[in-house]
């Protein structure tokens, strides 16, 4: 019962992003929406992790199989956007490089921000 009480809070969070994402008139995802209400819901205390963890660590594990539906749809029109098959290679490297960037400065950020912590107490 736990497990599909957490479901139904993961759920929760999902539909309300679709919904936000209806109603306003941005190019943004729902799935940013999703995240950025959890990040919020879970920062300000109104959601506690004990109370999606065990849900949320269960669809980590299974992310991987969970992608593969995707991936063998785009191979279905890989001769569609062959012609621009280079660029969208391009665009995605250098799309996953910049994400490694800034993923790997914002976390040296926070570890020695947590050192100056440690040492200031």
Same mark, same amino acid.
Not at 57 to 72: D, G, I, K, R
Not at 92 to 105: D, E, F, K, R, S
């Given at each position: 019962?736990?497990?599909?009480?957490?479901?139904?809070?993961?759920?929760?969070?999902?539909?309300?992003?679709?919904?936000?994402?209806?109603?306003?008139?941005?190019?943004?995802?729902?799935?940013?929406?999703?995240?950025?209400? *959890?990040?919020? *819901?879970?920062?300000?205390?109104? *959601?506690?992790?004990?109370?999606?963890?065990?849900?949320?660590?269960?669809? *980590?594990?299974?992310?991987?199989?969970?992608?593969?539906?995707?991936?063998?749809?785009?191979?279905?029109?890989?001769?569609?956007?062959?012609?621009?098959?280079?660029?969208?290679?391009?665009?995605?490297?250098?799309?996953?490089?910049?994400?490694?960037?800034?993923?790997?400065?914002?976390?040296?950020?926070?570890?020695?921000?947590?050192?100056?912590?440690?040492?200031?107490?």
């Amino acid at each position: 019962m736990k497990y599909l009480h957490q479901a139904m809070i993961l759920s929760a969070v999902t539909f309300a992003a679709e919904l936000i994402k209806l109603l306003l008139p941005l190019p943004v995802p729902a799935s940013i929406y999703g995240l950025i209400m *959890l990040f919020l *819901l879970l920062k300000t205390g109104l *959601l506690r992790l004990s109370q999606v963890e065990d849900v949320g660590n269960f669809l *980590l594990e299974w992310m991987p199989l969970l992608l593969v539906p995707a991936s063998v749809s785009f191979l279905t029109v890989l001769d569609t956007i062959q012609g621009m098959l280079l660029p969208v290679l391009i665009m995605g490297l250098i799309g996953t490089m910049a994400v490694m960037c800034v993923t790997g400065h914002a976390a040296q950020w926070v570890i020695r921000r947590g050192k100056e912590a440690k040492r200031d107490e």
